[in-house]
Nanobody, 123 residues
Framework: QVQVVESGGGLAQAGGSLRLSCAVSGGTPTTYAMGWFRQAPGKEREFVAGITWTGGSTDYGAAVKGRFSISRANAKNTVNLQMNSLKPEDTAVYYC????????????????WGQGTQVTVSS
């Protein structure tokens, strides 16, 4: 059974930084495309960032481009999301998404989801 576990959420001040991590385990031995979505109260789910199986290509939502960076960690099927220049509007629950077949993009969601981690940015 595939498990997706996020870590690293918390509270930051506007202009500050936070780093989220996500690890996929279980299931058949394979490499997962991974990414992040977020959802703020009363708002629709929003694509944040995605990275391909090899890490050779990344994609970002318009709201975070230039401020957030997604990368694959040394551990297999682990990614980091570095969030810089945080704004109060970045406050949301951030969900890690993964799939072994389809890429994670604004229009392509994977099968596997984490439980979410709260990010709160104060002004």
């Amino acid at each position: 059974q595939v498990q997706v576990v996020e870590s690293g959420g918390g509270l930051a001040q506007a202009g500050g930084s936070l780093r989220l991590s996500c690890a996929v385990s279980g299931g058949t031995p394979t490499t997962y495309a991974m990414g992040w979505f977020r959802q703020a109260p009363g708002k629709e789910r929003e694509f944040v960032a995605g990275i391909t199986w090899t890490g050779g290509s990344t994609d970002y939502g318009a709201a975070v481009k230039g401020r957030f960076s997604i990368s694959r960690a040394n551990a297999k099927n682990t990614v980091n999301l570095q969030m810089n220049s945080l704004k109060p509007e970045d406050t949301a629950v951030y969900y890690c998404n993964a799939d072994s077949v389809v890429p994670i993009t604004e229009s392509s969601l994977g099968d596997y989801w984490g439980q979410g981690t709260q990010v709160t940015v104060s002004s």
